[in-house]
């Protein structure tokens, strides 16, 4: 019987079976607070319509202590739900409301979209859904953006109000990453932040003139940029665990790679922000944009490992640009080897390559470039065993190094 329920907690996969799972969990009889019945309609419509809102990162430093307490952030042992692209999501990922006056063109809540009906929790109702969730173990978090409703102040209230909730009342101690609305009070933002692991405000595409064609409604320098610096000063006497992060849009405003790279660079550099995600544009039935073409998710791919070469491997900006093609766009291959290609002349010595060096190698990464670097202060590496165990992907590092004498031709260079 225990066996066959983790096999149906493993395969959940839909906000609407954890729902009715966590309705018919045993912890129901917990007391009133947690007996109550839940709006399911209400409940999915607005856990969907955070499908396109990305943050797959739960992790915070921050720590917690004692008993008397629900909630921890190390998410150990919890059962994870997987979105239908493969994306780990542990969080309860939902709108506050999806009443909004925004005219977003992308997004089926805005007002000039055919909308669904609409939704909204209170701060109670929220905080008994989350809660549900966390017991049945169906949750680690929460992940809680929302519509602007009729006035954007008004609407951070409450949601502040129902994380202050879940941290006082209800003793949660668990992940909780809170959407900060465009145009929203810096007092407000102040609040938010006491209560959250981690804030973020979608800047959505790279510049005002983008913004003006798909959200005019909005001030991208106003709403949008002056807010994430909010959060930065902010952040300077008041702690954020987690730290911020924002999402870019891929390919809905026509924008090309080279702009979304450079947006990239202002985020981490200007602004200090911990992720930048990226979500591939898929049109959605009944907004303005709904012919505009799917975009295909190795852009989005590839995107993230330029983030990475620049923001983990540390690569130089202008080496990066040469993953790019002369129209601005990546092509469908790992930028890392597209790079080496063009700018490592002779294979590299692993027994005295720098550790910068290797990392500019395909196949070595920060771990494995470490590795080697400690290792060969006492041993002599010469072998290609001697790399693999030390996690070097072998295939991928073979044509770019040179081991005791020995490499592989140029031609497998452009082979990888």
Not at 70 to 80: A, K, L, N
Not at 107 to 128: I, V
Request: net charge neutral.
């Amino acid at each position: 019987m225990l066996l066959s329920l983790y096999y149906i907690l493993l395969h959940v996969v839909t906000l609407n079976k954890m729902i009715q799972l966590a309705q018919a969990s045993a912890f129901d009889t917990d007391g009133p607070e947690f007996g109550a019945t839940f709006d399911n309609q209400k409940v999915f419509a607005l856990g969907e319509a955070t499908k396109h809102d990305i943050c797959v990162s739960t992790s915070s430093p921050r720590v917690v202590s004692g008993t008397s307490r629900v909630g921890d952030v190390t998410g150990g042992g919890i059962c994870h739900a997987y979105a239908h692209d493969g994306r780990c999501v542990s969080l309860f990922k939902t709108l506050y409301t999806n009443k909004c006056s925004h005219q977003c063109t992308y997004c089926s809540n805005a007002t000039c979209s055919n909308r669904q009906q609409t939704y909204s929790y209170t701060p109670h109702e929220l905080c008994r859904v989350m809660l549900h969730l966390y017991k049945g173990n169906y949750v680690e978090g929460l992940f809680l953006s929302s519509g602007v409703g009729k006035d954007e102040d008004v609407t951070m209230e409450e949601m502040i109000e129902a994380i202050r909730l879940l941290r006082e009342h209800y003793n949660f101690a668990g992940y909780i990453h809170l959407k900060i609305l465009p145009g929203t009070d810096k007092d407000l933002i102040s609040r938010a932040m006491s209560y959250a692991d981690r804030v973020s405000i979608n800047i959505e595409v790279p510049f005002s003139s983008y913004m003006d064609e798909m959200s005019p409604t909005k001030d991208f320098k106003r709403d949008i940029i002056a807010r994430q610096r909010m959060v930065q000063s902010l952040m300077k006497r008041q702690e954020l665990p987690a730290g911020q992060t924002t999402q870019l849009v891929i390919g809905g405003a026509g924008e090309n790679d080279v702009e979304i790279f450079r947006t990239m660079i202002r985020e981490y550099e200007k602004l200090g922000l911990k992720r930048v995600y990226y979500s591939a544009f898929t049109p959605v039935e009944g907004t303005v944009l709904e012919d505009t073409p799917i975009q295909p998710l190795w852009r989005e791919h590839r995107l993230y490992q330029v983030d990475w070469l620049y923001r983990l491997y540390h690569l130089r900006s202008h080496e990066i640009f040469e993953a790019f093609t002369d129209d601005g766009y990546l092509m469908n291959r790992d930028p890392k080897v597209v790079i080496a290609q063009k700018m490592l002349g002779d294979p590299l010595d692993p027994t005295t390559a720098s550790y910068e060096e290797l990392l500019r190698v395909p196949g070595i990464g920060p771990i494995s470039a470490s590795r080697i670097v400690s290792v060969r202060k006492s041993t002599h590496i010469s072998t290609r065993m001697q790399l693999q165990a030390l996690g070097v992907v072998i295939k991928r590092a073979c044509p770019y190094i040179s081991l005791g004498g020995w490499q592989d031709s140029l031609l497998d260079r452009w082979m990888t």
